[in-house]
């Protein structure tokens, strides 16, 4: 009975982890690129930059006519960004033309 029990209880906490991440995506920078290059979202949804290019300073600028606030020169760490309204958000690293991403917010 008592491993039933932990068997349930380790079921229900992956569960619980899933759900808390729900609502919550990553767009990686590195190599000159975001990945993914285009990410669908539902509104409400935080949108983490994160980047690994420990070397090579990359930005986050928005560039569509739905805009957020720009996130600046840095090579590493992480910075997030919530998407409250619907629409096409458009973004670009200045720092390295064709470097670009899309987030639609739905």
Do not use: E
Request: aromatic share 6%; hydrophobic share 35%; net charge positive.
């Amino acid at each position: 009975m008592l491993a039933i029990c932990a068997v349930s209880v380790a079921a229900l906490g992956g569960q619980i982890a899933a759900a808390s991440g729900a609502g919550a995506k990553t767009v990686t920078l590195r190599n000159i690129a975001f990945s993914p290059k285009k990410l669908s979202v539902s509104r409400g949804t935080t949108v983490s930059f994160r980047w690994h290019d420990d070397t090579t300073t990359h930005n986050v600028t928005s560039t569509g006519t739905k805009r957020f606030k720009t996130i600046s020169n840095r090579s590493t760490g992480v910075q997030s960004r919530r998407f409250a309204r619907a629409g096409v958000y458009r973004y670009a690293c200045t720092l390295h033309p064709g470097m670009t991403g899309q987030i639609t917010v739905r």
